[in-house]
């Protein structure tokens, strides 16, 4: 038996459908608010998508008015925490593991502050860190074959938890993030699909987050690799997230 099964067999299902233990408190702080967002990103347009050091003073034209990140960063904390809540509660057991929840997932977080777009992908262009993610016109493709190649993946990697299983959750969360499907809060969104990804694979939750600058650095590199389908720098984080695991 490997470490990852030894991972697997450790974390007791609290009931059917792959239930494990319940969400933390609050927006899962330990994961980051910035989880899956490189540095130095930023939008095509005044309220364009930002990932750099000037977010918290960057502005968003909501449902309540026009509000800074720091604002906004509470209210989407309480529906990260519902979303949460959710997936623990097994509600999301029957959805397939497909474009489809990540923009369920998407609708829930933001859906009351920006109705106008939550849920739907973007039609903006957007610059993440060094990446330059795919044209918006083709993001509705890109996510479809997305889907496909998860649920084509799935039926070997939940199997037998080993490498396909790391292959399967490094290609969830770098091929997303490569697409950056959404016009914000593409980072809230995967981790939120990672949480019911581990759910269903009966694996323990995980710090999503790097912490430090060295394994931030890391993290970093790990998901420039994933950008040209190179996922073992990823697999790798991956191994290291789910061997500090508490279970």
């Known amino acids: 038996m490997n470490e ?12 059917p459908g ?48 026009i509000l800074s990140y720091t604002q906004i960063a509470p209210l989407l904390a309480e529906e990260v925490l519902r979303a949460e809540t959710d997936i623990y509660a097994g509600i999301f057991a029957a959805w397939p593991i497909d474009e489809t929840l990540l923009a369920e997932f998407h609708r829930r977080i933001c859906g009351t502050l920006v109705p106008a777009w939550a849920g739907r992908w973007r ?29 084509a993946r799935w039926d070997e990697a939940s199997r037998t938890t080993g490498q396909l299983t790391l292959e399967l959750l ?8 490569t697409i ?8 809230r969104t995967i981790r939120l699909f990672l949480l019911e990804l581990l759910r269903r694979l009966d694996l323990p939750r995980v710090v999503l987050a790097p912490s430090g600058d ?34």
């Open 170 to 177: 490094a290609f969830a969360e770098g091929r997303f993030l």
């Open 123 to 151: 039609t903006i262009e957007v610059t993440v860190g060094n990446l330059q993610p795919p044209p918006a016109t083709q993001v509705p493709t890109r996510m479809r074959d997305y889907g496909r190649d998860l649920m």
């Open 18 to 65: 792959g239930k494990a233990s319940p969400p933390l408190a609050g927006d899962s702080s330990r994961c980051g608010s910035e989880h899956g967002l490189r540095e130095g990103g930023s939008g095509s347009g005044p309220l364009g998508a930002t990932t750099g050091a000037d977010r918290a003073t960057r502005h968003l034209e909501t449902s309540q008015g």
């Open 180 to 187: 950056h499907p959404f016009r914000d809060f593409n980072g």
């Open 214 to 247: 060295a394994d931030r650095q890391v993290y970093f590199a790990a998901l420039e690799a994933a950008d040209r389908s190179h996922w073992r720098p990823l697999m790798d984080f991956w191994t290291g997230r789910l061997a500090q695991a508490e279970v």
């Open 4 to 15: 990852l099964d030894r991972k697997r067999d450790a974390l007791a299902p609290a009931g």
